[in-house]
């Protein structure tokens, strides 16, 4: 079984923070589904085939043409993720539970939000908008847009999403953690601090330190359906999905397809329901892959709705 977020946790982080990692874990799936490896440093370089060797028959006594595969050098690069919280020590010493309450729920805020945003730079990267421009690249910036992507043909803009299958594995798509995979969440502090008028006052204060980058090593290990959108006609289907799977080559399929629940809401719309009563379609949760694997649906918070058609 590939090691996740979570299985480095509880390798490297206090007991506090893989509990709230795994809580937050229920809102942001990547988290434990994506794999991960950790790396001694920052930045490592790895080898992304981009082409494969010419193979050919010849006749007797005739020579072959010397051929390689196409590779590019590419450098992995871990990007600082380093929330913080802080509030007026009074202010949590006097709430209706008690400052360790208060302090929890801090903490369980900050987690949440991390994971969140580690998601939604998974797949939108530095995006100004649904990235961040600070993080690491994400798969909008590392997948083939030429010819692994299917276009639904939404035409409003501001209401499109994007479906992405993906190929997980170390030769493949996986998540990165610098300095040996890091994941520290501070103890509780008091400090000082002051106001808008330079008036000093105590706080409690936590930070989370994480080093964050993404590895995608074959560029056909990722395919998108982008501009679905709520345009009549231009939702999600099985027969977008299917020409999505399609995208990838023999002997290749996705570990899973991560979409909004709008997306999976369209998908089960759009099918027939053929129970004996006519209740409607369940809603679907995995579909059959090429070699009759089921392939699982996975919604997830980190994709919005409100794409533009140009992202």
């Known amino acids: ?140 910036q590392a997948y083939d847009s030429t010819n692994m992507v299917v276009d639904a043909g939404g035409t409003t803009d501001d209401t499109c999403s994007s479906v992405w299958a993906v190929v997980f594995g170390p030769l493949d798509v996986q998540l990165v953690f610098g300095q040996s995979g890091s994941l520290d969440l501070t103890d509780v502090d008091e400090v000082r601090l002051v106001d808008g008028s330079s008036n000093p006052y105590t706080a409690y204060r936590q930070e989370l330190l994480a080093y964050v980058g993404l590895q995608v090593r074959r560029i056909k290990a990722v395919a998108r359906i982008k501009k679905i959108t709520e345009d009549s006609g231009k939702g999600l289907t099985d027969t977008l999905i299917a020409t999505l799977l399609a995208k990838f080559p023999a002997g290749i399929q996705p570990n899973a397809i991560f979409m909004t629940r709008r997306s999976q809401g369209q998908l089960q719309a759009s099918r027939t329901a053929t129970t004996p009563t006519g209740a409607p379609a369940p809603f679907p949760r995995f579909v059959e892959g090429v070699g009759g694997e089921n392939i699982p649906l996975v919604i997830t918070e980190s994709l919005s709705d409100i794409e533009k058609l140009t992202t």
């Open 1 to 140: 079984m590939a090691i996740t977020l979570l299985d480095i946790a509880k390798r490297n982080a206090a007991d506090l923070a893989v509990q709230l990692l795994d809580e937050a874990a229920l809102y942001a799936p990547e988290a434990k589904m994506v794999p991960a490896r950790t790396i001694r440093g920052r930045t490592y370089n790895t080898l992304v085939r981009t082409a494969n060797p010419t193979v050919a028959f010849r006749d007797a006594n005739e020579g072959t043409a010397i051929s390689a595969g196409v590779y590019e050098n590419r450098l992995v690069q871990t990007y600082i993720l380093n929330p913080q919280w802080e509030c007026d020590k009074a202010v949590a010493d006097s709430a209706e539970d008690g400052a360790n309450a208060y302090i929890a729920d801090e903490a369980q805020a900050i987690v949440n939000a991390s994971l969140q945003t580690l998601g939604k730079v998974f797949y939108y990267g530095t995006h100004a908008t649904f990235g961040d421009a600070k993080g690491c690249p994400g798969l909008l």
